[in-house]
């Protein structure tokens, strides 16, 4: 084709879409070479033509910055750059564009390449400016650099085009490079310029310049408020519930809470040290008490150095934990009080700690330890001097080292030297030994370990060959021990610690093997008449005569494992021979002194059948067998020969009663512990009886929001009716009061300790929150009442930090205390959400058949992509797992509510989730929540007046993905 004109070129290049270079290559072909483009008006033309629509036209707008940036390199033409900065003062804050996704990155582009050449004039006005001034002749240069600050600051002072360089940033790194270098030296030669005004008007462009790639991660944080009940209850849950648990899930979802809350660490640092001594001074007499102090004075520090690697740097991080110490020492009642129960000065070990950790300077440790001291001599008087030696901070950190030390000695052979090893075993079950030992082993995660190398010993000690009596009796009394050791750690801790990894393929040992099959547990079920409990009857046999023998039973060549096995059997046989009249109540107690009298574990063992036994048994039935449990958990009526009996006793009988907990509760039944210095079992039975599970549920936690905060008590109700209600029923009551809240205060109290709760088990809920909960709220109208402000806000909140909490952590591994409760069925979801990636849900379904729907889709040129389309499917998310699924279908339901011609309480409970999640999202949302969000919902979000900004958009989408770069480029163009 042959062009007659400039106009005609210049229709043909867009009608064509020629890229800039094509656009310069096929001018340079049309007009002759002696023309230049100043005779031909070529700016002028391009102008005419660009701006003919009701916006700028990107393509023809792109050639003229062509011609700039290839043609006006030469800065010294004043008259020729003050033209075009004319020109860019026309269009720099005014750019938009309602093409292609195409076009609008086009545009992206053109901005940025506009923004390097802009820079590089201001420089080159600089340099002159500079020259004049040492040539005296300063006005000039002056001019043209005020201009083209002036023209920088235009163009950077709205948002609207630094999210589109945002954009073009990550199109085009390089450029962005460039840009930076040129920045650089603007710098340099702007650091001697005299004219103050100029000076702070260039550093006030740089800064804008340095702010577009950080757009998404500002944040402020809340200085207005100074108690956070979130990590005060979440550090309560952990030290209360799950002491043996690692470190790093717990610091990753204390951090999910800042950011969330956007807690300054100073104040975030100083929550989890209250919450630390709350714990200590509310925690029970006993174990309770160890178990706090070791999670106080060994686990959280080892947190907060987990912390410390979050934080931007070490000086600042040191800094922080100064501060909360400083907050802390104004706290005098809550000091004096944990000083009070501990029987010692707290913070001083606490900052000795910290110190030693590199959490705190020498010279702020000393500073705080002596502001203490000078308030603790007003403090009320500590215990009376018969206690004063009771310390228990002071006595775990001497036990860490100690746990060291005998895990050292238990990897020695133990058949060279059983007697040494036991003299150590006999040593740590004297006085609370053994509950300081494990409590420290606990809080710095080498309990796993410890139990390990004690079923080994266990397993060693089952069975002998050509034993002497004294050996025999050595090894009945390390096999009794080990076992005691290990079933009070499984009740104490939670069988997990105990059992090995199954995927490891290693050789199970007998006790794991008993502790999974015959032992019981709280909401584990036991049938008696399991293979477990019917061993080969010859060896019951042989057991009942040994037992039946008045004479002492026999250690030699005893094999232990055996005995443990068949025990059951035995106990059944004498239990029906008593039944019958064939033996009478003295060879009962004969038998019941036989069977504990040397090796506890057979008592131990005996009882763990009896318990299953008698919940199989009628009201008239269970006589017989309760009175046996009574006999065998009771005194010795003949005398002891072996060693350590009374301390074997004690572990005994709080194994005994933390077995029998639950049936003599359902019996009603009392039996005595003869408990000698073993606390009795804290927190156990606590929902008042004859009261519905709904009202305690609705009474607990109305008192928690009066009060502000989640207490231990609180903690341990809310888990056994989570436990006996079920995830669904805890839940949707929960947020039933939730939505009865009226005064927003209280709504937002009620989602900081609602979203504590829900950490008893996270997982669970958020997919009963986001699956049914949520959805049945969304798509009823009746419900939708509900959904006003505040409430609905609050939920909205309350979703959005459930969702974002879950999915950043169930990549990890499910705490111990959240493995005990059935796991919702993946399968179970995958038909409630049928989310294949061949065959979409139906509601994926209904929501592709509405594609011609213009208020599905924002414009016909998209009808390519489908409205279910989101960045998930193009990072290939596994879609099996459960949580995906759910979030996926919540997100469709978003974007269904969006497109629907019906507003209503919904749609704004949409926008206030979707506003929430870009609140708490950092900067770089790949692999966030958000990627389940369909694409077509960006251009729907920005119809919404509140979500109708750059920044929004740039934090919704994935900038990560072209796709992603594409969307938001097209929905910020278009703003």
């Known amino acids: 084709m042959k062009v007659v004109n400039l106009k005609q070129a210049i229709l043909q290049a867009w009608k064509e879409r020629w890229s800039d270079y094509q656009w310069s290559i096929n001018m340079k072909k049309f007009f002759p070479k002696g023309a230049t483009w100043d005779i031909l008006n070529l700016a002028e033309a391009l102008l005419e033509q660009a701006m003919i629509g009701p916006s700028p036209n990107p393509l023809i707008l792109s050639y003229l910055k062509y011609a700039i940036s290839s043609q006006f390199d030469d800065f010294s033409r004043d008259l020729c750059v003050q033209a075009l900065l004319d020109i860019m003062d026309m269009f720099c804050d005014r750019l938009s564009c309602h093409g292609k996704a195409e076009e609008c990155i086009g545009l992206c582009r053109a901005l940025l390449s506009a923004l390097h050449w802009l820079l590089r004039c201001t420089a080159a006005s600089a340099e002159r400016l500079r020259e ?358 499984a009740q104490t801790y939670g069988s997990e610690v105990i059992l090995s990894d199954s995927s490891t393929g290693a050789e199970v040992f007998f006790f794991e093997t008993w502790m999974q099959t015959c032992m019981p547990e709280e909401g584990k079920i036991l049938n008696p008449d399991h293979p477990c409990f019917r061993p080969d009857s010859t060896k019951v046999e042989s057991l009942v005569a040994l037992l039946n023998n008045f004479s002492e039973m026999k250690l030699v060549q005893m094999k232990w494992n055996e005995a443990c096995l068949s025990i059951s059997a035995a106990i059944l046989e004498i239990l029906n021979a008593w039944e019958n009249g064939v033996l009478a109540f003295e060879s009962i107690q004969k038998i019941t002194d036989n069977i504990k009298g040397k090796v506890c574990s057979l008592a131990v063992c005996a009882v763990a059948w009896l318990v299953a036994h008698v919940r199989m048994l009628g009201l008239d039935e269970r006589e017989k067998s309760l009175q046996m449990i009574r006999q065998l958990a009771g005194p010795l009526n003949s005398e002891n020969t072996l060693q350590f009996y009374n301390e074997r006793v004690v572990i005994m009988s709080s194994i005994l009663e933390h077995m029998c907990a639950d049936v003599l509760q359902q019996t009603a039944t009392q039996i005595k512990f003869p408990a000698m210095g073993m606390d009795s079992m804290p927190y156990w039975n606590l929902l008042p009886p004859k009261r519905p599970i709904k009202e305690v549920l609705t009474d607990v936690f109305a008192k928690v929001l009066e009060r502000g905060w989640v207490d231990s008590r609180s903690i341990h109700v809310f888990d056994t009716l989570l436990h006996m209600g079920g995830v669904y029923w805890f839940c949707n009551n929960l947020i039933k009061e939730l939505l009865k809240e009226t005064r927003k205060e209280h709504t937002l109290r009620a989602v900081e300790l609602l979203y504590s709760i829900f950490c008893l088990d996270m997982q669970q809920v958020t997919l009963v929150l986001l699956g049914h909960i949520l959805p049945g709220l969304l798509t009823d109208s009746s419900k939708w009442h509900s959904l006003m402000d505040p409430p609905g806000t609050a939920l909205a909140k309350l979703a959005v930090w459930c969702a974002l909490s879950s999915y950043s952590s169930h990549k990890g591994q499910a705490s111990s205390r959240q493995k005990k409760r059935h796991r919702e069925d993946i399968e179970d979801y995958i038909s409630l959400f049928p989310l294949d990636d061949m065959q979409p849900s139906k509601l994926m379904r209904l929501l592709s058949s509405n594609e011609d729907d213009a208020n599905i889709l924002s414009s016909p040129t998209d009808r390519s992509m489908s409205s279910s389309l989101s960045a998930s499917q193009l990072h290939t998310v596994n879609m099996r797992d459960p949580l995906n699924r759910v979030l996926a279908n919540l997100f469709l339901l978003i974007s269904s509510i969006l497109g629907s011609r019906t507003a209503g309480p919904h749609t704004q409970f949409v926008q206030w989730f979707m506003e929430e999640c870009v609140d708490c999202l950092e900067q770089g949302s790949r692999g966030s929540i958000l990627q389940f969000m369909p694409f077509t919902t960006v251009s729907e979000l920005v119809k919404v007046s509140a979500m109708s900004s750059p920044r929004v958009v740039l934090a919704i989408t994935d900038l990560s993905l072209p796709l992603g770069r594409q969307v938001a480029a097209k929905a910020i163009a278009a703003l």
């Open 132 to 489: 004049g001034l040492e040539a005296g002749t300063p006005a000039a240069g002056e001019k043209q650099l005020a201009m083209c600050l002036q023209r920088l600051e235009k163009t950077l002072s709205s948002t609207k085009n630094r999210a589109l360089l945002h954009i073009a940033k990550l199109e085009e790194a390089s450029s962005w490079t460039a840009i930076e270098h040129s920045l650089l030296k603007l710098g340099d030669i702007l650091a001697n310029l005299s004219n103050p005004q100029l000076r702070s008007q260039a550093e006030q462009c740089g800064t804008l310049i340095r702010s577009i790639p950080t757009m998404l991660s500002v944040h402020s944080e809340q200085l207005h408020k100074t108690g956070f009940p979130t990590v005060h209850a979440l550090v309560l849950l952990e030290g209360t519930m799950n002491l043996t648990g690692e470190t790093q899930p717990l610091v990753e979802q204390l951090m999910m809470v800042k950011r969330m809350q956007h807690i300054p660490t100073p104040l975030f640092v100083l929550e989890i040290w209250k919450a630390c001594f709350v714990g200590l001074i509310e925690s029970p007499e006993g174990t309770g008490e160890l178990k706090w102090t070791a999670f106080t004075f060994l686990k959280i520090p080892q947190v907060l150095v987990k912390l410390k690697k979050y934080s931007h740097g070490d000086k600042d991080f040191t800094e922080d934990v100064n501060s909360a110490f400083e907050f802390l020492l104004k706290l005098t009642p809550l000091l004096d009080k944990a000083d009070q129960r501990c029987n010692c000065d707290c913070t001083n070990f606490l900052l000795q700690e910290c110190s030693k950790q590199g959490l705190l300077s020498e010279a702020s440790m000393n500073n705080l330890m002596a502001k203490r001291k000078a308030d603790r001599e007003h403090a009320p008087q500590l215990k009376s001097d018969e206690n004063a030696n009771i310390q228990p901070n002071r006595l775990i950190l001497r036990a860490e080292p100690t746990v060291t030390n005998i895990l050292k000695t238990m990897d020695a052979d133990h058949s060279k030297s059983p007697e040494g090893l036991l003299g150590v075993l006999g040593h740590m079950l004297s006085g609370k030994s053994l509950d300081l030992l494990l409590a420290a082993a606990a809080a710095t995660g080498k309990l796993k370990s410890f139990a390990r190398k004690f079923i080994n010993l266990n397993e060693f000690t089952t069975h002998g060959s050509e034993e002497s009596t004294k050996a025999a009796s050595v090894r009945a009394l390390l096999f009794d021990i080990s076992f005691l050791m290990l079933c009070h750690v």
